[in-house]
């Protein structure tokens, strides 16, 4: 069996892939479509934005020690 087909006979055993999301799809409007795949989208921005700063900060170089002016 290939993997295309069995992946699609997945889905149409599966309760939520069969029967629910094609019901959302009936009962949602495109307009709410779009909001709630916006919603996602920036769902995922900032997600991103945590994983950008805390990259940002275990990036920064240390300074180890203080710097002290000898004569």
Known sequence: MEEN?????ARNNCVVCGMIL???DRLWSEAT???FR???VEFLKGIRSLIDSRIEHLSREET???RVVVE
């Open 33 to 35: 479509n779009d909001h």
């Open 5 to 9: 087909t069995s992946g699609a006979a």
């Open 64 to 66: 180890k020690g203080t």
């Open 38 to 40: 916006t919603a996602r």
């Open 22 to 24: 094609p019901m959302f």
